[in-house]
């Protein structure tokens, strides 16, 4: 248990991240930021401590409109940024497409942070998710590790339920690997995907697989969709909840991760999903795993796609 984790936008993802961190007791204290009048995240917070005696735990939770609610976290995930909506011809934007205007509401995440809990670990949600993170770790400047992005883990439940609903087994059963940026580009990586620890080409055909791939790479959109506002908000937080009980508890658990590379997978300077070692310290380690050609060049790609954008996050001016 850490004793203070705070939470940065209290929406559809950050009402979840608070009711389930005193729930599942990730923390002593909980604090909330909103800058959503009249003051949304101080309402949200009081529904929450209210319900607790029913849930049946004990809250401690402060919540405001300023980053001074923040003070002393060890521990902060982030998802103040508008999500996608359908445009009015139906069709879906880019996550790229939230760029500028979350570009500037990550910027006053990154002096909340400095200003009030310059040590803390930082898992970070908002979208263009790889491009945020890089922008924080501009504003930041984080020990390696320190700093990262949401996604992966996101990504590899949506392959991982896709492929245990088609081969008719439990999602126990199925482990399932999305690496890359998180948009359009990202790589299910099938020779990591094993149902029962066997590879899940012995369950599933090659056409099967193939349309569930292309399916996880479209999931966010699909749900954005069905939505009509918003987008997915309860598995992202139960995802970002799995990496900050990994740290939590030094787990030392691999899971898919956007993180800051150094030279690995050929790559410098970038945040982009790979699989880490979650611990105490953060990302402790960065691991290279060997892909098929076919993969390999994917996730060139879906890199080539990161670094297109976080070419556009260094012509912003601070
Ligand atoms: O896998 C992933 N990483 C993601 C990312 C999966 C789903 C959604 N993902 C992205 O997370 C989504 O595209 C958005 O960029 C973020 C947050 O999604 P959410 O659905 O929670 O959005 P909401 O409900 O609009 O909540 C965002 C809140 C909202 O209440 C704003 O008032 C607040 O952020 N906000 C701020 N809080 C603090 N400080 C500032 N400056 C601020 N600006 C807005």
Redesign the pocket.
Known sequence: MLEKIGV???????GVLCQEIPRRQLARKLAL????PPD?AKGKCLDIAEGSPVALFDAQIAAGKTYDVLEGAELVIN??????KPKPDGSLPS?EE?LSV?LK?TD??AEGINKYCPKAVVIS???P?DAIVYRLQQKLSLPRGKLM???GV?DSARYSYFVAEAAGVSVENVQALVLGG?GDTMVPIRSACRVAGLPAEQFLDEATLSAIEDRTRKA?GEVVKLLGT????VS?AWSALDMAEAIIFDKKKIMAVSALLAGEYGVNDLFVGVPGLLGRGGVEKVIEISLTTDERAALDRSIAAVRKTCEEVDTVSA
């Open positions: 940065i936008g209290g929406g559809m993802i950050g930021v909103d800058i959503m949304m998802t103040a940024g508008v999500p996608r996550r939230l979350n509401i006053q995440v949600i908002a979208n998710l992005g949401m996604a996101l998180h966010g918003g987008s997915a908000f992202p």
